[in-house]
């Protein structure tokens, strides 16, 4: 099987498309050949990496890229993919779409009007010729819009070396770590719900700490937000962590919180469960029928009371912290390391294939 995988990566912005398409080639290309087309030009070490043209041409692609089975196309809303999905069309050659939970209709209502524009001339085409759409989790596919064809199959984690093993028996630590988009990641209804439960957070010496980069002024936005609920005793803005300074974080939390509105597959989510993190996550984040069905954290709601009643029953709770942290530890290696995720991900492919021969 060939396939090419084509994404538009920018290597100095914060996202998940970002972090999961190179790893999703490189896992995909031990197994087949697999190749990435990224349009914004940087190359990526260990993975085959093709040619950026002005014109898009198979023909400009050493063998066997120049005559793919299958192309895939990460996010919907690039120009660069207009141009090329339209040759392969002529040439006969199927393609699909991963969103990345950009067809959810809480996506599609950011910047309506525009997207709305865009549709109709330009994006709605490109979805209806696509032979599938690969939707991250089942939640996604429910919730998104225009597609009345498509699979399920998420993205993977690397396998940490370490894992959570000690849990707090008072002054537990929640944590998020990831882009600190107040709307989209539901940090605004995190703040709210941390007023609503905190009493509670007080009276047994909690925390919770916001770890991710500054950009466009969000970390001054989020201390007003804090000071405007009265809970700057309890929230803690961070700059961005990675590598090992964001292992000793996960290492030193107790509970891993994601209050997002809309997802695709939350990656910060996936990698918090590895480590053996519980997780609190809002239904928004695609993750709450995982987390449920094995046990591996609280789930809720996208709103701020039903976030307090997470927060509220974790503490409660606590005492289960260690139990959960087996199960999230179990279960997300079991399901969602690379190496599995690409095996599922290829079967899907050669049954598309087949459908389209």
């Known amino acids: 099987m060939v396939v090419i995988h084509i994404a538009h990566i920018d290597p100095s912005v914060l996202g998940g498309v970002?972090?999961?398409v190179p790893q999703h080639v490189t896992a995909q290309g031990r197994i087949a050949d697999v190749a990435l087309l990224n349009t914004h030009g940087e190359a990526f070490e260990g993975i085959t990496m093709l040619p950026v043209e002005k014109h898009f041409s198979l023909q400009d692609f050493p063998a066997p890229f120049d005559s793919p089975d299958l192309v895939v196309f990460h996010e919907i809303y690039r120009v660069e993919f207009l141009g090329i999905y339209k040759k392969l069309k002529k040439l006969g050659i199927p393609y699909l779409i991963v969103p990345h939970a950009g067809l959810t209709r809480h996506a599609q209502h950011i910047k309506r009007l525009k997207k709305t524009a865009a549709n109709l001339l330009l994006f709605r085409e490109f979805v209806a010729s696509a032979a599938a759409v690969q939707f991250l989790t089942e939640q996604e596919r429910s919730a998104s819009l225009f597609v009345d064809k498509g699979f399920v199959c998420g993205n993977g984690m690397m396998v940490p070396?370490?894992?959570k093993s000690v849990f707090r028996e008072e002054n537990l630590r929640f944590l998020y770590i990831g882009r600190l988009d107040v709307f989209h990641k539901g940090l605004?209804?995190?703040v709210s719900a941390v007023a609503e439960c905190g009493e509670e957070l007080r009276s047994h010496g909690c925390s919770v700490h916001l770890f991710g980069p500054e950009l466009d002024g969000v970390h001054g936005r989020l201390h007003d937000l804090i000071s405007a609920n009265g809970v700057g005793d309890l929230m803690e803005v961070h700059g961005a962590?990675?590598?090992a300074e964001k292992q000793r974080e996960l290492l030193a939390a107790d509970c891993f919180v994601q209050a997002s509105r809309f997802e695709?597959?939350?990656?910060?989510?996936?990698?918090?469960l590895g480590y053996g993190l519980p997780c609190i996550v809002t239904d928004g984040t695609c993750m709450d029928d995982f987390i449920r069905e094995h046990d591996a954290g609280w789930t809720c709601a996208a709103s701020a009371d039903s976030l307090a009643a997470a927060l509220r029953q974790a503490i409660r709770e606590r005492e289960r912290l260690a139990e959960k942290s087996t199960n999230a530890v179990l279960w997300s290696r079991r399901e969602f390391s690379w190496e599995a995720v690409a095996a599922r991900t290829l079967s899907h492919y050669e049954t598309l294939?087949?459908?389209t021969e």
């Not at 695709?264 to 918090?272: I, R, S």
């Open 18 to 20: 970002q972090v999961v």
């Open 161 to 163: 070396e370490h894992r």
């Open 188 to 190: 605004d209804l995190l």
């Open 241 to 243: 962590v990675t590598g």
């Open 264 to 272: 695709g597959m939350p990656l910060g989510v996936l990698e918090a």
């Open 353 to 355: 294939i087949k459908q």
